[in-house]
C-alpha cells in the first residue's frame, strides 16, 4: 500500500516537473462561458501572469482576459470542435495581468463530458507573441520590398506610359487651340462638337494616371474580400498600356462567375502584372508576330481560384529553371527593361504569404505557363 | 493637284485633332489610320506633305519612310511621337525626315513645319516642272555637263557639231534657271531626283 503511494507520488512528481518544464500551460476546463478551468498547471503564471490557484478557484475564469475582440471567434471554434468531438487548434490574444496583450496558440480536445452533456476539455496554450512579431516583420519587410518593386515597375514602363499619356494630351492641345478658332468665327455648331471630344479626351487621360496609380500605393497589407474578375480585369487594363507598344493583345478568359477570394489586391494584381510583362518581353524577344495574343485566365478547382499566364515565347530554358525564382536571375538580358530580376523571387513569397504555390512549367512547341493559387474566401480556416 | 497634307497615325483622336487644326488653317486633310493604308493609296500626283505617327502597328513610320523612299514618293515626311529617343530623331533626319516632332505636338510649331513642308513640295514640282520641259537632246547634253564634261568632248560623245551643244547648254541653263555650271549642277540634281523618282 505504502509503497503503491510512492509510485503514485514518484509519477504525480514525475508529472508535476513535466508541466514545470512546459513551454506553456496544460489545463483541464469545461466547456462554459469563459471556460471555467478545474486543473491549470505551473506555466499559468508565466503566461497571464495570474496564479494557478486563481484560476483553478475561478476567482477568475480564462474567457476573462482573453482579448475582447477574440473571445466570440474562440468560442465559436472550439464549441464547433466540441460539437463534433474533433481536436481543436486555435490563435488568439490575451490580456495579461500586467504588461502588453500576448498572442497564444492553444490546442485541445474533448476528454469527457458531465452528465449534462458539458463537455470537459484538456489542452495545452502556449506564447506565440514573438513568432507574431517575426511573421508581421517579415510580412512588413515583403510589402516594403513588394512596393519598392511596383515602384520600379512604373518605372520600366514609363516609355508606355509616356505614350498612353501624349495621345490624349496632343489630341488636347489640337481640339483646345482649334475651339479657340472656332470661337472666333462663331462656328457654333462644330465647337460643341469639339468640346465634347477635349471631354473625351481629358477622361481617356485620366484614365491612365487611374490605372497606374494602384501600383504606386503602399498596401494596407491587409486581406480584403475581393472580387476576382474586377481585380484581373483591372490588372489587364493596365497590362495592356505596354501589350500596346509591343503591339501584343492580352486576351482575359474568364468564367461567368467567380467566388471571391481573400487577397492583398495590390500585391497579387502585382504578381499577375509581372507574370505579364515577362511574358511579353518572352515573346518579343522570340520575335513573336504582331497581335500575338497572351492569355490570363482564371478557373475555380478545389476549391481554390487559380489564375493562369501563358505567353507564346521561347519558354524557360533549362539552366534557368532552378534559378528561376532566385534574386537577380534574369534571362532577359538581352531586354533594356530588364530590370533587378527580383520580380518572381517577391511574386512566389506574395503567393506563398496567401497559402499558394507558384507554378511554371513549359509548354510545346513553344511558350511558358505560370499558375497560382489562391484560398476562397470563407472557406477552410479563417 | 491641290497640297494636301496627309496624317497617318493609329490613334483616331490624334488624327482627328490634327486635321481639325490644320483645316481651321484652311489646309486641305486626308486621314489614313496605318501607313499600309496610305501606301496603297499613294500616288506620284499627290502634293503637299505627309505626317506621321513612328510607332504604328503593321509598318511603322521608319518602314513607310523607307517604302516611300523606294516607290519615288518626294513628298516632305514630318514625323510625330509619344516617346520619341534623341538615336530615334537622328535615324529620322539622316534618311531625310523634314522633322521630328515629339507629342503633345506644340500647335504653331506643327503650322510651321506644315507650311514649310509645302513651301519644299511646291519647289520640288517646280523643279520637276523645268526639268521636264528640257527635250530629250537637252537632257542628254545637261546630263553629260553635270559629269563635267569638255563641249569638245560631248559634241564628239554625241557626234553632234560644238556649236550645237553651246545652243542646247545654253537652252538648259536658261530653262533651269541656272547662271553658272554649278548652278546648273544644283538644278539638275534637285530636278532629275524627282524626275527618276517618278
Given at each position: 500500500?505504502?509503497q503503491?503511494?510512492?509510485t503514485?507520488?514518484?509519477a504525480d512528481d514525475?508529472l508535476?516537473t513535466?508541466f514545470k518544464?512546459?513551454p506553456g ?7 462554459l462561458p469563459?471556460w471555467?478551468?478545474?486543473?491549470v498547471?505551473e506555466g499559468c ?5 495570474y496564479?494557478s490557484?486563481e484560476?483553478?478557484s475561478?476567482s477568475i475564469?480564462?474567457g476573462d482576459?482573453t482579448?475582447?475582440h477574440d473571445?466570440?471567434?474562440v468560442d465559436?471554434q ?8 474533433q ?5 488568439y490574444?490575451?490580456v ?11 490546442r485541445g480536445?474533448?476528454?469527457?463530458r458531465l452528465?449534462?452533456g ?6 495545452f496554450?502556449?506564447?506565440i507573441t ?5 511573421e508581421?516583420?517579415?510580412g ?6 513588394a ?8 518605372g520600366?514602363?514609363t516609355?508606355?506610359?509616356?505614350h ?5 494630351l496632343?489630341a488636347?492641345?489640337?481640339y483646345s487651340?482649334?475651339?479657340k478658332?472656332l470661337a ?6 462644330q465647337l460643341i462638337?469639339?468640346?465634347d471630344?477635349?471631354a473625351?479626351?481629358?477622361?481617356r ?6 490605372r497606374?496609380q494602384t501600383?504606386?500605393?503602399?498596401s494596407?497589407?491587409q486581406?480584403?474580400?475581393v ?8 490588372i489587364?487594363?493596365?497590362a495592356?498600356?505596354?501589350a500596346q ?11 461567368q462567375y467567380?467566388?471571391l477570394?481573400?487577397c492583398?489586391?495590390i ?10 510583362r515577362?511574358?511579353m518581353?518572352a515573346?518579343q524577344?522570340?520575335a513573336?508576330?504582331?497581335g500575338s495574343a497572351i ?9 481554390q ?5 501563358t505567353?507564346?515565347?521561347?519558354g524557360?530554358e533549362?539552366?534557368?529553371a532552378?534559378k ?7 534571362n ?5 527593361a530588364?530590370?533587378m530580376g527580383?520580380g518572381?523571387?517577391i511574386?512566389k513569397?506574395?503567393?506563398?504569404a496567401h497559402g499558394g504555390?507558384?507554378?511554371y512549367r513549359n509548354l510545346?512547341?513553344?511558350g511558358a505557363?505560370f ?5 476562397i474566401a ?5 | 493637284?491641290?497640297q494636301?497634307?496627309?496624317i497617318?497615325?493609329d ?5 482627328d485633332?490634327?486635321?481639325?487644326w490644320?483645316s ?19 500616288n506620284?500626283?499627290m502634293r503637299?506633305?505627309?505626317?506621321a ?7 511603322d ?6 517604302h516611300?523612299h523606294?516607290?519615288g514618293c518626294?513628298?516632305?515626311l514630318?514625323?510625330?511621337?509619344g516617346?520619341g529617343t534623341?538615336?530615334?530623331a537622328?535615324e529620322?533626319m ?5 522633322d521630328?516632332l515629339?507629342?503633345p505636338?506644340d500647335e504653331?510649331q506643327?503650322?510651321h513645319?506644315?507650311a514649310e513642308a ?7 514640282a517646280?523643279?520637276t ?6 527635250t530629250?537632246?537637252e ?6 555637263v553635270v559629269?563635267g564634261l569638255?563641249?569638245?568632248?560631248i559634241?564628239?560623245?554625241l557626234n553632234?557639231?560644238e556649236?550645237?551643244?553651246?545652243v542646247h547648254?545654253?537652252n538648259?541653263m536658261?530653262k533651269?534657271e541656272?547662271?553658272t555650271?554649278?548652278g546648273?549642277?544644283k ?8 524626275e527618276?523618282g517618278n
Amino acid at each position: 500500500m505504502t509503497q503503491l503511494t510512492d509510485t503514485h507520488n514518484n509519477a504525480d512528481d514525475g508529472l508535476q516537473t513535466l508541466f514545470k518544464n512546459l513551454p506553456g500551460m496544460a489545463y483541464r476546463c469545461l466547456n462554459l462561458p469563459h471556460w471555467p478551468m478545474s486543473f491549470v498547471s505551473e506555466g499559468c503564471e508565466t503566461l497571464c501572469g495570474y496564479q494557478s490557484q486563481e484560476l483553478e478557484s475561478q476567482s477568475i475564469l480564462w474567457g476573462d482576459f482573453t482579448h475582447r475582440h477574440d473571445v466570440a471567434e474562440v468560442d465559436r471554434q472550439v464549441r464547433a470542435a466540441a460539437d463534433l468531438g474533433q481536436p481543436f487548434e486555435v490563435e488568439y490574444r490575451i490580456v495579461p495581468r500586467t504588461g502588453p496583450h500576448k498572442w497564444v496558440w492553444e490546442r485541445g480536445r474533448v476528454v469527457d463530458r458531465l452528465k449534462d452533456g458539458t463537455a470537459v476539455i484538456e489542452g495545452f496554450i502556449t506564447d506565440i507573441t514573438s513568432l507574431r512579431h517575426a511573421e508581421r516583420l517579415v510580412g512588413e519587410q515583403r510589402e516594403q520590398l513588394a512596393h519598392v518593386e511596383r515602384l520600379n515597375t512604373l518605372g520600366e514602363m514609363t516609355a508606355a506610359i509616356a505614350h498612353e499619356l501624349n495621345q490624349p494630351l496632343t489630341a488636347i492641345a489640337m481640339y483646345s487651340t482649334s475651339a479657340k478658332l472656332l470661337a472666333q468665327q462663331g462656328q457654333t455648331d462644330q465647337l460643341i462638337v469639339v468640346m465634347d471630344k477635349l471631354a473625351q479626351q481629358s477622361y481617356r487621360a485620366g484614365a491612365v494616371i487611374e490605372r497606374m496609380q494602384t501600383m504606386s500605393y503602399q498596401s494596407s497589407h491587409q486581406q480584403d474580400h475581393v472580387n476576382p474578375t474586377d481585380l484581373l480585369r483591372e490588372i489587364k487594363d493596365l497590362a495592356e498600356i505596354e501589350a500596346q507598344i509591343r503591339h501584343f493583345t492580352i486576351d482575359l478568359q474568364l468564367p461567368q462567375y467567380l467566388p471571391l477570394i481573400s487577397c492583398d489586391a495590390i500585391q497579387i494584381q502585382q504578381v499577375i502584372l509581372n507574370l505579364l510583362r515577362n511574358g511579353m518581353q518572352a515573346m518579343q524577344t522570340s520575335a513573336c508576330a504582331e497581335g500575338s495574343a497572351i492569355i490570363l485566365s482564371a478557373q475555380v478547382r478545389e476549391d481554390q481560384l487559380w489564375i493562369k499566364v501563358t505567353d507564346q515565347g521561347t519558354g524557360i530554358e533549362e539552366a534557368m529553371a532552378d534559378k528561376l525564382f532566385l534574386a537577380f536571375a534574369s534571362n532577359k538580358h538581352t531586354d533594356k527593361a530588364a530590370g533587378m530580376g527580383l520580380g518572381l523571387t517577391i511574386g512566389k513569397a506574395i503567393i506563398e504569404a496567401h497559402g499558394g504555390r507558384l507554378n511554371y512549367r513549359n509548354l510545346s512547341p513553344q511558350g511558358a505557363e505560370f499558375s497560382f493559387n489562391l484560398g476562397i474566401a470563407g472557406q477552410g480556416s479563417t | 493637284m491641290n497640297q494636301q497634307v496627309f496624317i497617318v497615325d493609329d490613334d483616331c483622336a490624334v488624327r482627328d485633332s490634327i486635321s481639325l487644326w490644320l483645316s481651321c488653317h484652311d489646309y486641305q486633310t486626308a486621314c489614313f489610320e496605318d501607313a499600309v493604308q496610305f501606301s496603297q493609296q499613294f500616288n506620284v500626283d499627290m502634293r503637299g506633305c505627309i505626317i506621321a505617327d513612328i510607332r504604328m502597328p503593321g509598318m511603322d513610320g521608319f518602314e513607310l519612310q523607307a517604302h516611300l523612299h523606294n516607290i519615288g514618293c518626294q513628298l516632305p515626311l514630318i514625323f510625330i511621337t509619344g516617346h520619341g529617343t534623341v538615336p530615334m530623331a537622328v535615324e529620322a533626319m539622316r534618311k531625310g525626315a523634314l522633322d521630328y516632332l515629339r507629342k503633345p505636338v506644340d500647335e504653331q510649331q506643327l503650322l510651321h513645319k506644315v507650311a514649310e513642308a509645302f513651301a519644299l513640295d511646291q519647289a520640288h514640282a517646280m523643279e520637276t516642272q523645268k526639268f521636264a520641259s528640257l527635250t530629250r537632246r537637252e537632257r542628254q547634253v545637261a546630263e553629260l555637263v553635270v559629269e563635267g564634261l569638255a563641249n569638245k568632248v560631248i559634241a564628239a560623245d554625241l557626234n553632234i557639231s560644238e556649236r550645237t551643244v553651246e545652243v542646247h547648254r545654253s537652252n538648259v541653263m536658261r530653262k533651269l534657271e541656272a547662271k553658272t555650271v554649278a548652278g546648273l549642277v544644283k538644278a539638275y540634281l534637285l530636278s532629275s531626283h524627282a524626275e527618276h523618282g517618278n
